[in-house]
């Protein structure tokens, strides 16, 4: 993470931007109030249908069982819950968690349309600090909301806390490519066709230029892997996947 000391104030990224820390946590919160309405839809446009196979492949890696308890943070929408609630079954419970209420609401209405309930919840949480006991979940992911957090360290940590021993941690992250003409295209698709695309469908191009700079201000692969082991989690790796333009981290609970 790029805080520094700037005097007695400590400082943090917003996309490109240097802001106090203090103020970063509402600068996010104010982009996801912008964007929830049509996140879904963003999300199908800017990713070409892609993110749902990126989704699914979390979702087989994560072993999620009959009867288990999953968390799922930055829950967002409700995507990756509305799958693991079919798996936990009647007798498991996925909680989704958010720090936007904005987002929440829309993961709840979409669920609740679709006829998922019962055996999920809708907590609104700081990543940073998980209102849940400690070794109480078999599997936590965040899917595409790592970047959004403050304190990435401290965030782990205590998902790390909530994991049961034995109970695997997934992120689910956008990251670097090595490949240098794909990382070309990545940044003029980013930096160009993004914004452009929330001017014309929510008017906001603000926003989907902050998405497009956190991206880019995200630690690379190997740089989370050593994050999540620092965390006290063990065989943690990574896979690649579209060329690295994301990646999906997994770390254990010992």
Not at 6 to 14: L, P, Q, R, V
Not at 218 to 226: A, I, S, V
Request: net charge positive; glycine share 10%.
């Amino acid at each position: 993470m790029s805080n520094q000391q700037n005097g007695s104030n400590e400082t943090t990224h917003f996309g490109y931007e240097q802001v106090q820390v203090g103020d970063k946590e509402k600068r996010v919160a104010d982009v996801f109030h912008s964007v929830a309405a049509k996140y879904d839809l963003m999300n199908d446009l800017m990713s070409m249908g892609v993110h749902r196979l990126w989704k699914a492949i979390a979702i087989e890696y994560s072993g999620v069982r009959t009867g288990q308890r999953v968390l799922d943070i930055a829950g967002g929408t409700g995507d990756l819950t509305m799958r693991f609630s079919k798996l936990v079954g009647p007798t498991g419970q996925v909680v989704l968690a958010d720090i936007n209420d904005s987002m929440l609401k829309v993961g709840r209405d979409k669920l609740q349309d679709r006829g998922v309930s019962g055996n999920v919840r809708f907590v609104q949480a700081n990543a940073e600090m998980l209102p849940f006991p400690d070794n109480h979940f078999d599997c936590i992911t965040i899917a595409f909301g790592l970047r959004n957090v403050t304190d990435k360290q401290k965030a782990l940590e205590s998902m790390a806390r909530v994991l049961k021993p034995g109970g695997r941690l997934l992120v689910l992250e956008f990251s670097k490519t090595n490949n240098p003409l794909l990382t070309k295209i990545y940044d003029t698709y980013s930096f160009s066709l993004l914004p452009m695309m929330g001017k014309l469908i929510v008017n906001d191009s603000e926003s989907y230029k902050y998405l497009a700079e956190s991206i880019r201000m995200h630690p690379d692969q190997e740089t989370l892997k050593g994050m999540m082991e620092q965390a006290g989690l063990v065989r943690c790796s990574f896979h690649n996947m579209t060329g690295g333009i994301v990646a999906l981290h997994k770390g254990i609970k010992p």
